[in-house]
């Protein structure tokens, strides 16, 4: 952790949400006009798309051991922990970007699926913002959760992740179901031993539940709407925590333990304004008052 340059990081599997919650940080950072540098987590992943689906392929063939992006194995996990560590003691550091899409390809230079050269990062940031798979991450040749002062979990329940999943690799991505289910299937290890971990170590953690049936993730027709859920926000430590304002200001919700507060799925991005904001405001004052 720094007190000069402060570190949040948005944890999460792939299908949890991630992105919505970096879209509500975005709108604090710009309404607060703090400067922030952005990681995506695909940035370390250690295989460009064809490398890793090369990898796939010779496990799925008993060529190597199984292989998925959730596992140290397929990420640059000592890389991301020694770029938080020189953040954090400089301000600075390399970072690159995955490049997702046709969109990104244009804008970025470089074919869908590869990664653009590393490059230092722009001076004069406020903070840095990680989001991706391993802001939590504790593990052999890397700890990066100790670099974080603000770590935030989003973790849908496992059959609404499942929906998610299904819904973005089939219709976005042209994948066909069986496809879809094989990747769930193989990354299950990695998803138990490396990702689950990571939630007892957050700060505050977002857990969004249907409120209806989702027994059979495989057959839901679309993903249950924010109205048709509700979120779970737990607290790792209470102490400084409003809850009569947050209960108050965020309709219908309610504390269901000492520190935890429910609210419906449509107030989750209030929900993250209001108990965000000032946190953020905090770390900023730190950063100040040891400057």
Known sequence: MSLRHPIIAVTGSSG??????????SHIFRRE???AQVIEGDSFHRFDRAGMRERVRRADSG???SISHFGPEANLLAELDQTLREYGETGGGKVRRYIHDAG???ELGGEPGTFTPWADMAPGSDLLF??????GYVGPGANVARHVDLLVGVVPIINLEWIQKLHRDQNLRGYSQDAVVDTILRRMPDYVNHICPQFSRTHVN??????VDTSNPFIAKDIPSADESMVVIRFADPKGIDFPYLVSMLHDSWMSRPN?????GGKMGLAMQLI?????????????RAQ
Do not use: W
Not at 130 to 135: D, K, R
Not at 278 to 288: A, E, F, Q, S
């Open 63 to 65: 060529e190597g051991p």
């Open 33 to 35: 006009r703090i400067a």
């Open 104 to 106: 990104e390809a244009k």
């Open 260 to 264: 935890n507060i429910v609210v419906p």
């Open 130 to 135: 990680y989001e991706g798979l391993h802001g």
């Open 206 to 211: 977002f857990q969004r539940v249907p409120t």
């Open 276 to 288: 965000f904001t000032p946190m953020i405001l905090r770390l900023m004052d730190i950063k100040r």
């Open 16 to 25: 949890a949400g991630t992105t919505t919650v970096m879209k509500s940080f």
